[in-house]
């Protein structure tokens, strides 16, 4: 199983940027999806989680009202809609499959994870 995350880059305060995640190998509508992110010195932290088929849908606090997860199982992709983007939201960011799960706001609940795509908020 193969994750390559892309849309990340450069916005200012208050814009907005989306997060795309193909994935490759294995049966895409059977892992639970997530984002998460990690600062630099910091922890990697949860961001959003969808379930298979997108019934179940997760959110950090900060981000809630903000930011949108779905899934195309069609394409075996996940995506990750960020909105009015805070410099706090200055991270790389990083999607999970879930194999067999549901999603979770737990990393080690996780079996495979991408390369992780840079995204910077400007203020």
């Known amino acids: 199983v193969q994750l390559v995350e892309s849309g990340g880059g450069l916005a200012e305060a208050g814009g907005s940027l989306r997060l795309s995640c193909v994935v490759s190998?294995?049966?895409?509508?059977?892992?639970?999806m997530g984002w998460f992110r990690q600062a630099p010195g910091k922890e990697r932290d949860f961001v959003a989680a969808i379930s298979w088929y997108g019934n179940t849908i997760n959110y950090e606090d900060s981000v809630k009202g903000r930011f949108t997860i779905s899934r195309d199982n069609a394409k075996n992709t996940a995506y990750l809609q960020m909105n009015s983007l805070k410099p706090e939201d200055t991270a790389v960011y990083y999607c999970?499959?879930?194999?067999?799960?549901?999603?979770?706001?737990?990393?080690?609940?996780?079996?495979?994870w991408g390369q992780g795509t840079q995204v910077t908020v400007s203020s």
């Open positions: 190998g294995g049966t895409f509508s059977s892992f639970g």
């Open positions: 999970a499959a879930d194999i067999g799960g549901p999603g979770s706001e737990w990393r080690y609940e996780y079996e495979y």
